[in-house]
């Protein structure tokens, strides 16, 4: 059986056309990579309701915040990299602290953008803003939860931060019930092991529990579509079923998906816990799936750290 | 406070207007340097040096409604200098935002007047700020939101030298350039002295009228003296006029003015007003304060 791949990039562009006659107060921003991040369709629908900044993020991060204290609904596009760190200061001083109405539509997340190399890929993005109070976080793992993150985003009221994907992955959740912000999507129910995931690495994930539950494992596989604020609940109780948790996310391991687990379970449910992520380094230039297998991204990687958990007692 | 703040906002007769918010000005100037001396926190160079603009604008130039401070079509102020906070606020309280008598309460725990002004804690705050370079953006957001939503309020945003060496501000005046959001103007609080030292020697803006035409904005063509409010409401004529936007107007000022030991001085940028400081200092603010008096 073949699996559906499509771009989240294409699905922002999508949803934002399909989003904008209901909501009218919705504007679009990006710093001249409009036509990488599928924002441009939009733009030329609607012109007078699209700002091209050019390249200056923090010019447009705060551009967004004067629009959304008068009512406006603005959602600023670009890369992830360089939204959060170009433009970190006003997404904390000016959007946060003022709890203000904006939409990030972070493109080319993790290592997405991968033929650009290290200095295009995002793996410290989501640690930035998980650290910025009154954000919320959310990290699609496919086209369908885009446009779904996208909607919620809009029917909210303080700053969300999205982040998205460059390269056309698996369809997941077609005909699913929707992604609901705030909560944990369970996609296996097991008892040895919970796997904990986000974003694109959620289809290997998948891939892994059904491996893992051939070879008698049996995996609790939550999807974690909101980093904050967390779905604490449902993650202290699948670790205190199965006393092992292993999170699995295309950032690196310090301060993403991770940091949220391990700080949410070190209060409410301690376990054995280990992490795939970006290991504190740089990576590289290359094919986008090869790239991430080797760095430790993938089914087969998954499956033998949670083998390895679960034989560690 | 020897006017009647609700005949102010009705005084049709300018230089009557103009004498009025000269002596407002200098009482609110006083009543920072009281509060700055009494907390022994915050900023007085930056404070004392957009007295009279603060006061022309919210006592002239902008129409908001302080019964009701976050009025869709209410024109917008952005204090890009956010440093300058306890100015704001007191041209707030005396406007009608927030009781006179909370003005006390600056930078103490549990203040809605932080050190920094906060939209979403202060009544009348238009925009958080307080890390330099965020206001020119955020008021052609506001501006550009104007057109959007096919409204005609005003926005302006008030900067200093700090606000002019931070790259954002640049990218912020280039975008205006292109954009040309209607009625946005951002005045200069133009005071050459920054928190480290002089701008020359930190990081020389001049020729600034030239750079900010070469980036193609509508610079007024006088430079104003922003401490004589005859003088700024000649500029808001000026601006009135204008159809070219974005529209900006430098106005020279003094740090610290006010006190003669204390302007032009980089040391009291944000240096605590000390108790002979204070004891030397305040009789030439009521000096001049009882000049402006004798004038009305």
């Given at each position: 059986m073949t699996v559906t791949q499509a771009a989240m990039r294409d699905a922002l562009g999508d949803a934002l056309l399909e989003l904008a006659p209901r909501f009218p107060d919705m504007v679009v921003l990006d710093a001249d990579v409009s036509s990488s991040t599928r924002t441009a369709a939009f733009g030329k629908a609607y012109p007078e309701r699209f700002?091209?900044?050019?390249?200056a993020e923090a010019n447009m991060v705060d551009i967004a915040a004067g629009m959304a204290t008068c009512g406006l609904r603005p959602v600023a596009s670009t890369f992830a990299i360089f939204l959060t760190l170009k433009a970190g200061d006003p997404i904390r001083n000016t959007i946060c602290y003022g709890k203000l109405p904006v939409i990030f539509a972070?493109?080319?997340?993790?290592?997405?953008?991968s033929y650009d190399g290290a200095s295009h890929q995002s793996i410290a993005d989501l640690a930035v803003v998980r650290a910025m109070p009154n954000m919320t976080v959310v990290v699609p793992a496919d086209v369908i939860e885009v446009r779904q993150a996208l909607e919620a985003a809009l029917l909210m009221e303080g700053p969300v931060y999205i982040r998205l994907s460059r390269n056309p992955t698996p369809v997941l959740?077609?005909?699913?019930p929707p992604l609901e912000i705030g909560k944990i999507r369970k996609l296996r129910d097991g008892s040895d092991l919970t796997i904990a995931v986000c974003g694109v690495p959620t289809f290997m994930a998948i891939e892994a529990a059904d491996r893992l539950a051939a070879s008698g494992i049996s995996v609790d596989l939550?999807?974690?579509?909101?980093?904050?604020?967390?779905d604490a609940e449902a993650l202290a109780r699948s670790a205190a079923k199965t006393r092992r948790v292993l999170t699995v996310e295309e950032?690196?391991?310090?301060?993403?998906l991770a940091g949220a687990v391990a700080e949410t379970l070190g209060r409410l449910a301690p376990a054995r816990m280990d992490f795939i992520g970006i290991e504190d380094t740089f990576p590289e230039s290359g094919d986008y799936m090869e790239l991430l297998k080797k760095y430790g991204i993938s089914a087969e990687h998954i499956e033998n750290r949670a083998k390895a958990l679960v034989k560690e007692g | 406070m020897k006017l009647d703040i609700p005949s102010v906002l009705a005084e049709k007769n300018r230089s009557r207007k103009a004498a009025q918010l000269q002596y407002l000005a200098q009482y609110f100037r006083l009543s920072v340097f009281d509060v700055l001396h009494e907390r022994?926190?915050?900023?007085?160079g930056g404070a004392s040096s957009a007295a009279e603009l603060l006061v022309s604008l919210y006592f002239d130039a902008m129409n908001v409604k302080p019964e009701e401070?976050?009025?869709?079509?209410r024109d917008r102020l952005v204090l890009?200098?956010?440093?300058a906070s306890c100015m704001l606020y007191t041209v707030l309280a005396w406007r009608g935002?927030?009781?006179?008598?909370?003005?006390?309460?600056?930078?103490?725990?549990?203040?809605?007047?932080?050190?920094h002004p906060c939209m979403v804690k202060?009544?009348?705050?238009?925009m958080s700020t307080?890390?330099?370079?965020?206001g020119v953006s955020v008021a052609v957001g506001m501006a550009l939101a104007a057109r959007v939503l096919k409204k005609s309020y005003w926005t302006y945003v008030l900067v200093g030298e700090g606000d002019l060496n931070e790259g954002q501000t640049w990218e912020a005046i280039m975008s205006a350039a292109k954009?040309?959001?209607?009625?946005l103007v951002m005045l200069i609080?133009?005071?050459?002295?920054q928190l480290d030292g002089p701008s020359q020697e930190i990081m020389p803006l001049d020729p600034l009228p030239d750079k900010l035409r070469a980036f193609n904005w509508n610079v007024a063509p006088t430079i104003y003296n922003g401490h004589c409010v005859g003088e700024i409401l000649d500029s808001f004529t000026w601006i009135r006029c204008q159809?070219?936007?974005?529209v900006a107007v430098i106005y020279t000022t003094h740090k610290g003015r006010g006190v003669s030991f204390m302007e032009?001085?980089?040391?009291?940028?944000?240096?605590p007003i000390d108790a002979e400081s204070y004891a030397r200092g305040r009789p030439e603010l009521e000096a001049t304060l009882a000049e402006l008096e004798a004038k009305l």
């Open positions: 700002f091209n900044v050019g390249v972070a493109g080319y997340g993790g290592l997405s953008d959740f077609e005909g699913s939550l999807e974690v579509s909101t980093l904050k604020p967390i950032h690196s391991i310090h301060g993403g | 022994g926190t915050g900023h007085w401070p976050r009025w869709a079509d890009s200098k956010g440093h935002f927030l009781p006179v008598e909370e003005l006390k309460s600056f930078r103490r725990l549990n203040s809605r007047l932080q050190g202060t009544p009348g705050v238009d307080g890390a330099l370079g965020h954009f040309r959001p209607e009625r609080d133009y005071n050459k002295v159809s070219q936007w974005p032009d001085n980089a040391y009291w940028h944000g240096s």
